[in-house]
């Protein structure tokens, strides 16, 4: 299995990115190349011990940064770590691609260079959303603001298969994001989906409302890529703010601040379930080969983490199983 990864892509390049490929050379059984300015990648690389015969340099002499007009960019800087990275994926010299950097250069240069699997209109970003039940998975995490009832469709397909080949959930449920779980309720978009869920065979269970989706009540969020990407963002801002609140509540006095050493073990794995670093990156579903989109802040352990998940991506035939599923659903449900 050999994993290439954007070792400019991301804040902390090449530093964490570099830390986070040796990490995980060290615990799985794997090649990586990485992909960068050589001189950076193997300044950085002096620090560590490592096997050699495993970790390779793939010379890229550009980098396509957050500034850079994604479109523009993959079509301008064809010697980017980006760029190199994903045509190793095209052409097999690589099995999966993980990068930090530039969402939409990301999302535009999979679509680009690696194509989209046949019978899939608009790929998409899936995020592990943590809940009470464990994750479930959004799916779209922000890469379409504005969608077809098919691609919510689709959305449902992907996700699905993932959650159940990758996070090993069994036949997953699937739920539309929706103002209410009544039938006829929502936008005219949401209600032709609904309607469509109604003709294949997944385990759909309908209209899921926001204030549920913390509660775990479906394995596969589905819903268009702008309340998908609002959806995590209001997560994560109110999860910060009620750890801000605890902290400033359990040092007002000394009775607090021994409430707080009591509780302070379950707090940290609490904490620990909303940190994206233990969970690597989002892949991103619907393009021929196994692409992870790692967070722009990532550190070495989730550069780490960023890696495993691409490795079970591909191990898993995601996108095999993508493509017939899709095909299936085209060809006997005549689906439009």
Do not use: W
Not at 76 to 100: I, Q, R, W
Not at 191 to 207: E, I, M
Not at 309 to 325: D, L, P, R, T, W
């Amino acid at each position: 299995m050999r994993i290439a990864v954007d070792g400019m892509g991301g804040d902390h390049a090449p530093k964490e990115i570099v830390k986070g490929c040796v990490e995980a050379l060290n615990d799985l059984e794997i090649e990586i190349i990485l992909v960068g300015m050589q001189d950076q990648l193997e300044e950085e690389l002096k620090k560590y011990t490592f096997d050699s015969t495993r970790l390779h340099i793939q010379h890229a002499s550009e980098v396509i940064t957050n500034e850079d007009k994604p479109v523009h960019a993959i079509r301008s800087k064809k010697d980017s770590s980006l760029v190199v990275g994903l045509n190793m994926v095209k052409e097999g010299s690589a099995d999966a691609f993980v990068s930090a950097g530039n969402t939409g250069a990301i999302l535009a240069g999979s679509i680009f260079k690696v194509g989209r699997i046949k019978g899939i209109d608009r790929p998409a970003i899936a995020a592990v959303y943590p809940t009470h039940k464990g994750i479930s998975l959004l799916v779209d995490a922000g890469a379409n603001a504005e969608c077809k009832a098919r691609n919510l469709l689709e959305f449902g397909v992907m996700g699905s298969i993932y959650a159940e080949r990758v996070l090993g959930k069994s036949r997953p449920s699937i739920g539309l994001v929706n103002i209410g779980t009544e039938e006829g309720k929502g936008t005219d978009l949401i209600r032709d989906a609904h309607g469509l869920y109604q003709k294949v065979d997944l385990n759909y269970v309908g209209n899921a409302e926001a204030r549920d989706l913390p509660k775990g009540i479906v394995d596969v969020i589905v819903c268009d890529g702008f309340i998908g990407n609002v959806i995590l963002k209001l997560t994560e801002g109110v999860a910060m703010t009620m750890f801000t609140m605890l902290k400033e509540k359990f040092t007002e006095n000394i009775m607090n601040k021994l409430g707080a050493a009591i509780l302070m073990p379950s707090l940290r794995e609490f904490k620990k379930t909303l940190d994206y670093s233990e969970y690597g990156g989002a892949p991103l579903l619907g393009v021929n080969g196994a692409v992870i989109k790692a967070h722009g802040s990532s550190n070495a352990k989730a550069i780490k983490n960023a890696i495993k998940q691409a490795k079970v991506f591909a191990e898993k035939e995601v996108v095999g199983m993508i493509s017939n599923e899709i095909q299936k659903i085209g060809d006997e449900e005549n689906v439009e």
